[in-house]
């Protein structure tokens, strides 16, 4: 069963996770200097909150969270079909988890992403540059951008860039 997703950045983690715990009505399932998590089941979200510097504040990206691969298949299905350019970024370890995703942006640059959480993690790591998607795929060819997904990448991607 899938779970929606939200990250917020926050200016106050303390401040916020006292805001979040009253309005959630339960204590985060996560909590790190830098980060906290509520795994609620009614409504079935999994919501995220961060306190890093260069993390824009307000709503980060949405998501949609998997139990298993065969979910994660129909979920990328679906990025394919809403016809934007797709981030697969894989195997990787972001919010203090091990997870395999990819993501996409709306037409309007919300920034969405497509996750199986695989383990845990005892550091952050890190998302891709994101605003290669939010600028619908304008920024590809800058020096070492992630790369789109080559099947649905805009015509003007060069695989490989000068990464290597």
Avoid at 67 to 79: C, F, I, P, T, W
Avoid at 90 to 105: F, H, L, R
Avoid at 118 to 145: F, I, K, Q, R, W
């Amino acid at each position: 069963m899938k779970r929606f997703h939200v990250h917020v950045g926050v200016t106050d983690l303390e401040q916020s996770i006292a805001f979040y715990t009253g309005l959630f009505g339960a204590a985060p399932s996560v909590t790190k200097a830098d980060y906290a998590k509520w795994m609620i089941e009614d409504p079935r979200i999994n919501f995220a909150i961060s306190s890093k510097a260069e993390a824009r504040k307000g709503v980060e990206h949405l998501g949609l969270q998997v139990e298993d691969s065969a979910e994660l298949d129909e979920v990328y299905g679906r990025l394919k079909a809403a016809d934007g350019p797709v981030l697969t970024e894989g195997a990787t370890t972001c919010c203090y988890a091990q997870s395999e995703k990819s993501w996409i942006a709306d037409p309007d640059g919300v920034v969405w992403e497509a996750f199986l959480t695989t383990g845990d993690s005892t550091v952050y790591g890190s998302n891709p540059a994101l605003e290669v998607l939010a600028s619908g795929g304008a920024a590809v060819n800058a020096c070492c951008a992630p790369q789109l997904a080559p099947a649905i990448a805009p015509a003007a991607a060069k695989p490989g860039g000068c990464c290597g």
